[in-house]
């Protein structure tokens, strides 16, 4: 079992930069591959980014790579989005998820959601 809690979302205005955080609970949490998920108002929600369980492969959505980067520390369960030069069209809620093995992209292949944090981009 894995709890996820995301921090860090905020308002903020176009081209600037957020870091988004997502703290896990849990013994085996360095088993799970870990996935970034967003979801705009009326929107489904969509893969953003992912990492595999020590962090050596990392996967991105076309429309992010380049601007946001995952990273991970299994010594403290974090997973961690960098976002940088930030677009009106990134404004959504965030979600972070895990799934035991390797990395996916489909949301219905994730075990484990936070909450979501909301990021607000202005123009």
């Known amino acids: 079992q894995v709890q996820l809690v995301e921090s860090g979302g905020g308002l903020v205005q176009a081209g600037g930069s957020l870091r988004l955080s997502c703290a896990a609970s849990?013994?085996?949490?360095?088993?799970?591959?870990m996935g970034w998920f967003r979801q705009a108002p009326g929107a489904e929600r969509t893969f953003v980014a992912a990492?595999?369980?020590?962090?050596?492969?990392?996967y991105y959505a076309d429309s992010v790579k380049g601007r946001f980067t995952i990273s991970r520390d299994n010594a403290k369960n974090t997973v961690d989005l960098q976002m940088n030069s930030l677009k009106p069209e990134d404004t959504a809620v965030y979600y972070c998820a895990a799934v035991i093995g390797i990395p996916r992209v489909g949301v219905s292949e994730y075990d484990y959601w936070g909450q979501g944090t909301q990021v607000t981009v202005s123009s």
């Open positions: 849990g013994r085996t949490f360095s088993s799970h591959a």
């Open positions: 990492i595999s369980w020590r962090g050596f492969s990392t």
